[in-house]
């Protein structure tokens, strides 16, 4: 099974530790993080859902392709990986 | 006077003290984030801090034992939007301001975009002013130093709870007389050069860098503008302009005596993309006879080779009107016991200073 893994930046802002998904969509993979997590919702999504701006997700190699509705479709067996993006340092 | 100030830096929350031997700078909280806006609660103690994460969004803290602890709140947000593609998201908190003392637990906020929000349970929750939203003359608005229109000022009529200002960078000088539920634009007498000359008293367009108004004298605002120092008796429905003083009439900061009508502050610099201390002099102007003229003082303040540029909100006057603080984009920190004529370096090395403010 895998899992979403988020940077260890944010873990100074809160625990966010790895969990894991039963694939579906990039949406549904975070959703699933979120109803056990909710203030991590605000740092990984603005207030409209979308991913934020100097956020980036891949799936093993590949960066995501939706960042307004995440609705890259995910299989069971991947790895989710939340970074912050170089370019809001 | 306040013996607490605090400072809001690019790089967290700064507490300056004043104990037996002088001003002590303490620990910071934040350390290496964004603060963009604080808020000292005067009714009831409570300290707002608001973070600009660069990766993580606008994040809004509070803290109820004076800053020994914080505790995360949830940030003003704007409400789900069915065009998700276009919808507005908060990108900046820049201005905090407390409710009238009737109000207990009653905050405003502005933000980039600019919108103004509303909490009534000491930011538990938050709610966008629609109305302020809904204004069509906001079509007209742009970007002053950001790339969206915000709210910088929004300043309250201890007469009456529900009266207001807002000053909008650049979006010009808003009224309500009832607690937000309509607006009405003001601003008429302000001139932007910035502007083809047949649209330069246009009201919805005005860049009023930040507006100040005198606790015990509130008709009175004093609005220090894109191109020019303006005053208005009317709490900012109209303006008249100010004799440019020496060295310079632009700048970004200003602070009304609590008590004095008459006597204000401004951080004059050069204009304006250049926005560095006139031939590298920093000093504060001070007005005593409501803008006729202006005192210039710079003992302390470095009078050669100086860049630091002095933010809208890096400049406060405490409760007696004779102690200012004073931070700059450069980090350096200064503070005045005589009514800005003296002023003297509590630290140099902090990081750009978005906020000073006095408990």
Redesign the interface.
């Known amino acids: 099974m895998g899992h979403v893994r988020f940077t260890a930046n944010l873990q100074r802002h809160l625990a966010c530790p790895p969990r894991s998904h039963a694939g579906g969509t990039l949406r549904q993979a975070l959703d699933g993080v979120f109803a056990e997590n909710p203030r991590l919702r605000s740092y990984i999504l603005d207030e409209q859902g979308r991913l934020r701006r100097h956020v980036i997700i891949y799936v093993n190699e590949r960066p995501l392709v939706d960042r307004l509705a995440l609705s890259d479709p995910i299989d069971v067996s991947d790895e989710v990986f939340v970074f912050q993006a170089l370019s809001g340092g | 006077m306040s013996d607490v100030l605090r400072i809001a830096t690019r790089k967290g929350l700064f507490t300056a003290r004043r104990r037996r031997d002088g001003w002590q700078l303490e620990a910071p909280a934040f350390l290496g984030q964004p603060v963009s806006a604080l808020l000292h609660d005067r009714r009831d103690g409570a300290l707002y801090a608001a973070l600009n994460?660069?990766?993580?969004?606008v994040?809004l803290h509070r803290s109820d034992d004076a800053g020994a602890q914080w505790q995360?709140l949830?940030?003003p947000?704007?409400?789900?939007?069915a065009e998700?593609?276009t919808?507005?998201?908060?990108q900046l908190i820049w201005t905090l301001a407390a409710g009238a003392p009737g109000q207990p637990g009653r905050l405003w906020a502005g933000t980039l975009p600019g919108a103004l929000f509303r909490s009534d349970d000491k930011g538990e929750h938050w709610q966008l002013n629609e109305s302020f939203w809904a204004v069509p003359e906001r079509a007209q608005w742009f970007g002053g130093g950001y790339d969206v229109p915000g709210i910088h000022s929004i300043l309250l009529d201890p007469r009456d709870a529900e009266a207001m200002t807002l000053g909008v960078s650049c979006g010009g000088v808003w009224l309500t007389g009832d607690g937000g539920a309509s607006w009405r634009l003001g601003g008429q007498g302000l001139r932007a050069a910035y502007l083809p000359p047949e649209l330069a008293g246009q009201p919805q367009t005005q860049d009023p860098h930040r507006l100040a108004v005198p606790a015990a004298a509130p008709d009175r605002l004093w609005c220090q503008h894109h191109n020019g120092m303006f005053i208005s008796d009317d709490r900012g429905d109209s303006f008249r302009e100010i004799a440019p003083p020496a060295p310079s009439a632009f700048g970004f900061a200003v602070v009304a005596h609590p008590q004095r009508a008459d006597t204000a502050w401004f951080v004059p610099a050069v204009k304006d993309e250049c926005r560095v201390p006139v031939d590298g002099r920093l000093v504060v102007l001070r007005s005593d006879d409501g803008g006729r003229s202006f005192a210039s003082f710079g003992a302390g303040l470095p009078q050669r080779n100086c860049y630091d540029l002095i933010y809208r909100h890096a400049l406060d006057v405490d409760g007696e009107g004779r102690r200012l603080a004073m931070g700059s984009t450069t980090g350096n920190l200064w503070l005045s016991e005589d009514g800005g004529e003296t002023w003297q370096g509590l630290d140099a090395h902090l990081p750009p200073i978005a906020q000073v403010a006095f408990d």
């Open positions: 994460l660069g990766h993580f969004g994040k995360e949830p940030a947000a704007f409400p789900p939007a998700a593609a919808a507005p998201s908060v």
